[in-house]
């Protein structure tokens, strides 16, 4: 299909889709981004030397640069091992957590979303918050939380480190587990963290990993207070969590990489939480993001070790059901949903201790009204043919 056509196809999606959703898979305090993308700021590690940095990639099909790198914005460090990302409230500012060397670094995007600035490097964090191997930054009014892997020596439980949006430190909140991410439902004043491994952990050859180390635990908050009121066991290594988008939503889901399964999270009208696995994902799938449509009907899930990515039914919430798959993506891992549910983009590196394929790319799977997934074959990002060399790909954000 030449590109016009693919042009006019999305534009006719767009304008008969229907009620404009909410973005998915953010932080529901994030101003959000009601329409179509522009541009997506990538966070890339080199695969050999140099600076990590934040690629700047062209998704405006309109544009004669499409599916282009526009240019990459480097930290002035490399063996950060750049990770996950997110967007402040306001989505002026994107926090990039590094999860070697527990750096923050943040970036402008307020004052010209197509060219980021870096305007602030957080150091020394272990010793600041008592906490490394950040993971995930998730946004709440004003401030910034960062889910922690570890203690300051990359041992032992970790927690939460609260941040003002520019970077001042306010607290830090220990667990008994390592967390991995964080959602939010304001409507009951809770949220959720998952778990996976230690910092060490995780930085070492996987051939290494002591599954006594594992994390199996998902962590109920009391969300105003900070403070720890419920732990769901389940399979190990519970990585990324969605709570449904639907207001006063009860339930969501997370996946468990260790397990390769689906787990649901339900809170009761008691207000405490359930937890249980409501489905297999099939054995070596080894499942490395979770992502949610915006009307809360298909769940997408990355399999790292299957190299697919498959779509669950969840119209009956508790009994997911295999919609659809697609392969062909390598190591296929990190995702995301755009505003109207069409578009799904993929990368393929989960860390650089992990990977098994030196193919790393981005690329892009477009989804029908029914649901069903098609890979895009002309947005295909080759990050092991990159232009100051290969480079792995990690999280991505949209403006």
């Known amino acids: 299909m030449k590109r016009w056509m693919v042009l006019a196809c999305v534009s006719l999606t767009v304008l008969t889709a229907g009620a404009v959703f ?3 898979c953010l932080s529901p305090y994030i101003k959000s981004l009601r329409q179509a993308e522009k541009v997506m700021y990538l966070w890339t590690l080199p695969a050999g030397t140099g600076s990590d940095y934040l690629s700047v990639v062209d998704v405006n099909l309109a544009s004669p640069t499409y599916g282009k790198i526009l240019r990459k914005v480097e930290v002035g460090s490399s063996g950060n091992e750049a990770h996950h990302m997110g967007f402040t409230d306001d989505r002026t500012k994107i926090w990039a957590a590094s999860l070697n060397t527990s750096r923050f670094f943040i970036f402008d995007v307020g004052a010209d979303s197509m060219n980021p600035r870096l305007v602030r490097t957080v150091d020394d964090v272990p010793r600041v918050t008592g906490l490394s191997g950040p993971h995930t930054p998730y946004a709440i009014p004003g401030r910034i939380l960062i889910s922690m ?3 300051p020596e990359g041992t032992g439980p970790g927690g939460l480190a609260e941040f003002t949006n520019d970077g001042e430190f306010v607290a830090s909140y220990k667990t008994t587990n390592h967390p991995y991410e964080t959602v939010v439902k304001p409507e009951f004043n809770r949220m959720i ?3 996976w491994v230690a910092q060490r952990t995780f930085m070492s050859p996987l051939n290494t990993w002591d599954p006594k180390d594992f994390s199996s635990s998902l962590l109920v908050w009391d969300l105003k207070a900070r403070k720890v009121i419920q732990e769901l066991k389940g399979d190990p290594i519970p990585l990324a969590a969605r709570w449904m988008l639907k207001p006063n939503a009860a339930y969501g889901y997370n996946i468990s990489n260790a397990g390769d399964s689906i787990w ?4 009761q009208n008691d207000g405490t939480f359930t937890y249980r ?3 297999d994902v099939g054995k070596g799938c080894l499942p490395g993001d979770l992502r949610q449509s915006p009307e809360d009907r298909y769940l997408y899930v990355s399999c790292i070790g299957g190299s697919e990515v498959q779509a669950w039914d969840v119209t009956t919430p508790d009994k997911p059901r295999l919609h659809d798959t697609v392969g062909g993506i390598v190591q296929a891992n990190m995702m995301h949903v755009t505003f109207d549910g069409r578009r799904l983009y993929v990368t393929n590196s989960a860390i650089s201790s992990i ?4 193919r790393y790319a981005l690329r892009l799977i477009r989804i029908g009204p029914d649901g069903r997934m098609k890979l895009d074959p002309l947005f295909a990002l080759d990050f092991s043919q990159a232009p100051d060399g290969p480079a792995r790909p990690h999280d991505m954000l949209l403006n």
């Open 193 to 195: 963290t998952s778990s």
């Open 355 to 358: 990977d098994y394929s030196p």
């Open 277 to 279: 696995k409501v489905a």
């Open 149 to 151: 892997a570890s203690g």
């Open 22 to 24: 909410a973005e998915t």
């Open 264 to 267: 649901m999270f339900r809170r």
